[in-house]
């Protein structure tokens, strides 16, 4: 083998090395690069996911804002409301029947109607168990201990949530009668 044939060979056999190294380095560089890339994708999902849980946020919100706002419109109607059942319960029977009387009657029943088909529904209370969140009791009377005898002022709810709260007044069980053996030993 000539001189020009072993150079030629180490050229090739450097070459070779060469090219093994530079193989292994654009290996490694590919690998920095597709974990940076990986990492870009994984944060623009997340920031994708925030997005889309923030317009999620502010569109409830919207809706909790209108909803509070009704509440606060309905809540002030409820004054007429309780105005006009005073006025119907304190009625004269000679008015009963008479066209004018039950034309304010059906306003009175289309105004309650038109509150109730935008969510406006009242508490039961009478025979109902006391529930402190749904009542209020304005006071307490001989009869069935925990129990609702009397509405003394209407309750609603609007939108399952309660706006007014009911006043009632509550059973507080049955007093015990002193026979006259106990009194006489009082005594």
């Known amino acids: 083998m000539s001189e020009e044939e072993k150079l030629s060979n180490e050229k090739a056999v450097e070459e070779e090395g060469k090219q093994v190294e530079d193989v292994a380095a654009l290996e490694q560089t590919l690998n920095g690069e597709m974990g940076l890339a990986e990492k870009y994708l994984a944060n623009w999902q997340r920031a994708q996911a925030d997005f889309a849980n923030y317009k999620k ?18 809540l ?87 706006l007014r709260p009911s006043m009632v007044v509550v059973g507080k069980g049955k007093k015990k009668r002193k026979t006259a053996k106990a009194t006489q030993k009082e005594e």
């Open 57 to 74: 946020r502010a569109e409830q919100e919207k809706i909790e804002t209108i909803e509070f706002a009704n509440s606060a419109l309905v």
């Open 76 to 162: 002030n109607l409820l004054a007429i409301l309780d105005d006009q059942e005073r006025a119907f319960n304190s009625l004269p029977s000679e008015l009963e029947g008479v066209s004018w009387v039950e034309g304010i009657k059906l306003i009175y029943n289309k105004f309650k109607g038109i509150l109730g088909a935008q969510g406006l529904s009242e508490i039961d209370t009478k025979g109902e168990l006391f529930d402190p969140h749904l009542h209020e009791a304005v006071m307490g009377q001989e009869g069935p201990e925990g129990i609702v005898i009397e509405e003394v002022r209407k309750g609603y709810k609007f939108k399952d949530r309660v």
